[in-house]
């Protein structure tokens, strides 16, 4: 399989510019035309420096994203440009060139990553708040209804069948609580990062001088659990668990304009 490494064309992100120009005036479609044609001319370093300079006035375009990580990898970044091709997925869930790519960097550089399973992609899709809102609807209808069955006279009658409809909205609402908690933890982008250096090592403390659990290529995914100074204590998968150098990951979701700098 070979990778994508032709940029979109600007029409393809005409619309999103478009509306980008309301606020930004019309700059960014300038400037993404003149980043594109850098790239087309071989002059990679100026149109990822251009690509970023959108980035940073907090664009958000999948095919932004797709042509920085394309232009990363024609620089030679393979973590750069896994990094941003996770993130032209999370703009647009179906981009079929950021998943190909994806793939392509995969068997290239065969990182680590934890199982993008049909439910964690079908998860994934859901609204951030949907478990909470879920549960919090089911479980107030439910204990109302189990009120009633105990406090209405109207409802004694029919108390099995409205302590039976209770029940199941107490259940649902408690299956809510915890699929949110669930998607929280384990699918929120938020919660991912990606490891952009060739030469990252999870380690037992947040020391040089520790014990290496395990090497981490370039493209590797891990879940951020706590930060302490220049460290990070991640989730790796395989059910390892390590610190590794900040410096070292760039978090999937939100992008940090700052590591630009």
């Known amino acids: 399989m070979k990778p994508s490494t032709t940029i979109l064309s600007p029409f393809a992100a005409s619309f999103f510019l478009a509306l980008s120009s309301i606020c930004f005036s019309e700059e960014p479609d300038a400037v993404f035309l003149s980043a594109n044609a850098d790239f087309e001319s071989k002059d990679f370093e100026q149109a990822k420096l251009k690509f970023q300079s959108l980035v940073e006035k907090s664009l958000i375009s999948s095919e932004l994203y797709f042509n920085l990580g394309t232009t990363h990898f024609r620089l030679g970044n393979e973590g750069e440009a896994m990094v941003w091709m996770r993130r032209a997925v999370i703009a647009e869930p179906g981009m079929p060139e950021a998943r190909q790519n994806i793939e392509f960097l995969r068997i290239r550089l065969g990182f680590l ?21 879920t549960g919090t609807c089911c479980l107030w209808m439910g204990l109302l209804c189990a009120a009633g069955a105990v406090f209405s006279n ?25 699929l949110q908690h669930h998607q929280n933890r384990y699918i929120d982008a938020r919660n991912f990062s990606t490891i952009t250096s ?31 100074g ?13 610190w590794i150098k900040s410096s070292h990951l760039q978090s999937n979701w939100p992008i940090a304009t700052q590591t630009f700098n």
């Open 113 to 133: 990553e934890f199982d993008d399973s049909s439910l964690r992609q079908l998860l994934g899709i859901l609204p951030p708040a949907a478990g909470r809102w």
């Open 154 to 178: 109207r409802l004694r009658p029919n108390r099995s069948v409205t302590v039976t409809l209770a029940t199941i909205l107490i259940t649902i609402g408690v299956a809510g609580f915890a």
């Open 198 to 228: 060739s030469d990252a090592t999870a380690l037992t403390a947040p020391s040089p001088s520790a014990k290496i659990v395990i090497a981490l290529p370039p493209g590797s995914e891990v879940r951020a659990l706590q930060t302490s």
């Open 230 to 242: 220049q460290w990070c204590y991640v989730d790796i998968p395989g059910n390892l668990r390590g």
